[in-house]
């Protein structure tokens, strides 16, 4: 299925991507059902997209809470048939600089909501979506899902398990007739790259990263990777012999400050 989608469910919808894209969708005629931690911040995105006449109904529920997320979503579609779900909520985190690894607790939740919570959010809509036989399903992953870098582990292997996810999922409902866009984005601009301290190659602003996903969510395009260049560049850095790729990703250093 491809645009226009006119009931799309968004998740980590109150700040960066995720509320860039529901402002991007909201227009009069357009359901749109937005979930996020934070409830302060998701109603003030609401509020802008109902101003922009789109129906929006909102919850603040953590994505790593399967049992309450699959009840409002089931909920949703039942009232008004999802058409679209962007699995967006997202967190980064890493070990200290020095460091010869990554303390436990800082993988396991990075996996719980990045890549537990993406399933969460897409398999409950399955099968009622494959019921209907129309529908797209869109998962954010990154450009960090090409090759493990060695500041960010637990984030890169989260992101790399969604990417996967999306991928095995794409031929799985295509014969249904589900589409899914695997995204994998670089630097944008946002509060969690504002945690980020070390080069940004190719750093575009927040609304155009949100243009070119929608663009290719609503073109029914299978996977979508930007800026080219780096994708290229971490693809290629994938291919080579480890020995040389590892030497690359050891001098790309960086840090990301706790939340």
């Known amino acids: 299925m491809r645009a226009p989608f006119r009931v799309v469910v968004i998740t980590g919808a109150s700040s960066g991507l995720g509320a860039a894209l529901a402002r991007a969708y909201a227009a009069p005629g357009f359901t749109l059902g937005l979930l996020a931690r ?10 802008d997209c109902r101003a922009a006449g789109a129906r929006v109904d909102t919850a603040t ?25 962007i699995a967006n909520a997202g967190i980064s985190a890493g070990p200290e600089p020095g460091s010869a690894g990554e303390p436990v607790g800082l993988t396991t939740r990075q996996v719980a909501v990045n890549l537990l919570g993406a399933v969460h959010t897409v398999a409950p809509l399955v099968p009622a979506m494959t019921a209907r036989g129309r529908g797209r399903i869109a998962l954010i992953a990154s450009l960090a899902a090409y090759r493990g870098l060695p500041y960010s582990p637990g ?11 999306g991928e095995a999922l794409r031929p799985l409902v295509e014969p249904f007739g589900i589409g899914v866009t695997v995204i994998c984005p670089g630097f944008f601009a ?22 070119i996903v929608k663009r290719g969510i ?34 790309f250093r960086f840090r990301i400050r706790s939340a």
């Open 38 to 47: 934070d409830a302060a911040r998701i109603s003030a995105v609401a509020d």
């Open 61 to 85: 529920i953590d994505v790593t809470d399967s049992e309450r997320l699959a009840t409002w979503l089931c909920a949703f579609d039942r009232a008004h048939q999802v058409e679209l779900v």
């Open 155 to 165: 984030y890169c292997a989260s992101k790399a398990g969604i990417r996967a996810y």
């Open 190 to 211: 946002s509060s969690m790259t504002d945690r980020w301290e070390g080069p940004t190659p190719f750093l575009i602003k927040g609304a155009r990263a949100a243009r």
């Open 218 to 251: 609503d073109r029914g395009r299978r996977r979508i990777s930007f800026p080219w260049p780096l994708a290229l560049g971490m693809r290629l850095c994938d291919a080579l012999p480890a020995i040389i790729g590892d030497r690359i990703v050891r001098g």
